[in-house]
Each structure stands twice: as structure tokens, then as C-alpha cells.
């Protein structure tokens, strides 16, 4: 027996509990994994609120992280005693997950935890710092460099934005930050942001095409903000894409696209291939330095995951939240 949170559904009413579980549940995987940590993001929140119908399979163990070591492995990639880490891959939405004790995956789905890193410190990071990373690779590899101009990061104190500013600053950018938290931009400032903008200058429906003031951007937003980011972009720039905290619309027009060049990058996390994600871990395990993850990060029980899930949603959590599954 383990102790995971469990959604289930009867007819249309979602119910969820901390409870334990008989491993003979557990479904099919080549590895199992004693996972030591968790974490919260959006879309755990979603998951285990109900907010959105990210949940296709019931029951299911939420969690779109974790960092553990590998029990049992009939996959010959790995064996008992490895560190490893899992992001995304449809895990907690359609594959029991991370908030858990105990998980079983498929061993193609996991990385190896970077040296760089504890498990706890995986896991301050988890999807969303891996996504920042994605983001970053996907801006210098599309030609965006250092002294070119300022790099935008919208949603910057969640958990992407935050990790995106701080390994933008390492890469040599000049990062500005954009969030509806006034209150934060010293957080913003020590990860490494030099100005903050407020966010309601890029939430409301803006001009086609605005005066260029950024050289790329990492938007964690969508909607309308995503468009004004776009019509701002300077020529030849590129916008990095990967959220929708304002919306799933994209409003606006092709003419930053076809007048200044701007390129739109998609940056998927959950399906990238293996190789973007070896990247990425790399990138983080050479570029962030582990001291702000204690400034990124909070800790919290598996208990309190329910309970916390929905102050992430509201708007009332900072930077990052990892559950220690085993307390």
C-alpha cells in the first residue's frame, strides 16, 4: 500500500482524497519508480479541481512530475538505484502520476536527474522550469542573441516565467518582466529581471502592429497578450509560445509576421522529443544556479496538495510548489 491523491468520478461529480492505494493498481509500466517529490502546476490544478476536463481516465493519480529512484526496471535503459525524472507524456491525465509514493511508467518517458541537481531541487524546477528552458533553446536556436534587445517574459512570477528569467539573465539578455504583482518585482530583480512592467499594458486588444521594443519573448499568456507581444516584437525577432493563462484566442493579424518577420515558435512540453528535453535538462543543470531554486520554490506535504491546487489557480501562488509525496 501507498499514499497518492485520488480523483475519481461518479456520473458528473468529481471527488478527490488522500488515500492509500494497493500497488496491485498501479497500471501497466516497464519501470516502477519510489518517488521522493512532486509537484503543483497549472495543470495539476485543473486536474484535481475539476476546473477543465484535463482528467480522461478515472481513477487517476494527478501529477505531471516527479523525481525518484527507479525499484524495478524490465527496460533495459534502466535499473534499481537510478535517479530519474519524468515530465509530461500525458502522465496524471491519462496515466496515473506524480503525487504519489509509488508510480509505474514507461521507461522512454524518463531522463536521467542532471548531476547538478537533488530530487527535491528536480522538482522545484519540474515541467514548468523545463518548459522555460525549452522556451530558452527554442529563442537562441531561432538566432536571437544577447545585445539584440530586450527579451519579454509575460507571467513571470509563475513557475515558467520565473526560470525563464533567470536563465535568460545567465545567457547574457536583458530581461523584462511582466506581471499583475507589483509587490514582486524585487523577486523579479533577484532572478535576474533589470525593469517590470505591468501586465495590464499587454491584456487588453491592442494595434496590429505597435512600436518595436523586444528582440524575442517568452509568453506564458496567450490571448491578447500574446498578440501585443507579437506586435511589439522588433524586426526579425521571435516569440516563444508555450501557455495560455489569459486565454487559448490569438487575435491579431499577419502583419508582424509578414512586414517585420517575426517567427512564432510553439514550444510543447509534455510530447517534446527526447532530445529537446536531454537539451533542456542540460541547459538548466548548466544555467541555473540551485541557490534560487530556495527563492523559487515552496514546500508543501502531499496532504496540502488538494487544498493548494486551487490557490494556484487563483492567482495566490509564487514561482514554484514541491510536494514531498512522502510526508
Not at 27 to 50: C, H, M, Q, R
Amino acid at each position: 500500500m501507498f499514499n497518492a491523491i485520488l480523483i475519481e468520478k461518479e456520473d458528473e461529480t468529481q471527488s478527490v482524497k488522500l488515500t492509500q492505494v494497493d500497488e496491485a493498481q498501479l497500471p501497466e509500466g516497464d519501470v516502477t519508480i519510489d518517488v521522493a517529490y512532486s509537484t503543483l502546476n497549472y495543470k495539476d490544478g485543473l486536474a484535481i479541481t475539476g476546473s477543465s476536463p484535463v482528467v480522461r481516465n478515472f481513477p487517476m493519480v494527478p501529477g505531471i512530475d516527479l523525481a525518484g529512484t527507479v525499484r524495478e526496471s524490465s527496460n533495459s535503459e534502466w535499473k534499481a538505484g537510478d535517479k530519474v525524472v519524468l515530465n509530461g507524456w500525458g502522465v496524471g491525465e491519462v496515466h496515473w502520476g506524480g503525487l504519489a509514493q509509488v508510480a509505474r511508467l514507461k521507461g522512454e518517458w524518463l531522463v536521467p536527474l542532471p548531476a547538478a541537481f537533488s530530487e527535491k531541487q528536480a522538482m522545484a524546477i519540474g515541467t514548468a522550469g523545463y518548459t522555460a528552458a525549452l522556451c530558452v533553446d527554442a529563442l537562441v536556436n531561432g538566432g536571437v542573441e544577447p545585445g539584440q534587445g530586450e527579451i519579454l517574459v509575460t507571467g513571470a512570477t509563475g513557475g515558467v516565467g520565473s526560470v525563464a528569467v533567470a536563465l535568460l539573465k545567465k545567457a547574457g539578455f536583458e530581461v523584462v518582466g511582466s506581471t499583475g504583482k507589483a509587490s514582486e518585482a524585487d523577486y523579479l530583480e533577484k532572478l535576474g529581471a533589470s525593469s517590470v512592467i505591468d501586465r495590464a499594458e499587454l491584456s487588453e486588444r491592442g494595434k496590429p502592429l505597435q512600436r518595436e521594443r523586444w528582440a524575442g519573448v517568452v509568453d506564458t499568456v496567450g490571448s491578447f497578450t500574446l498578440a501585443n507581444a507579437c506586435a511589439q516584437t522588433k524586426y526579425g525577432g521571435a516569440v516563444a509560445a508555450c501557455g495560455l493563462a489569459q486565454g487559448p484566442d490569438f487575435n491579431t493579424t499577419v502583419m508582424p509576421f509578414i512586414l517585420r518577420g517575426v517567427r512564432l515558435l510553439g514550444v510543447d512540453s509534455v510530447m517534446a522529443p527526447r532530445p529537446l528535453r536531454l537539451a533542456a535538462w542540460e541547459r538548466l543543470g548548466k544555467d541555473l544556479d540551485p541557490a534560487l531554486l530556495e527563492v523559487i520554490a515552496e514546500e508543501i506535504s502531499l496532504e496540502d496538495a488538494v487544498s493548494t491546487a486551487s490557490d494556484l489557480l487563483e492567482g495566490k501562488v509564487r514561482g514554484r510548489v514541491v510536494v514531498d509525496v512522502n510526508s
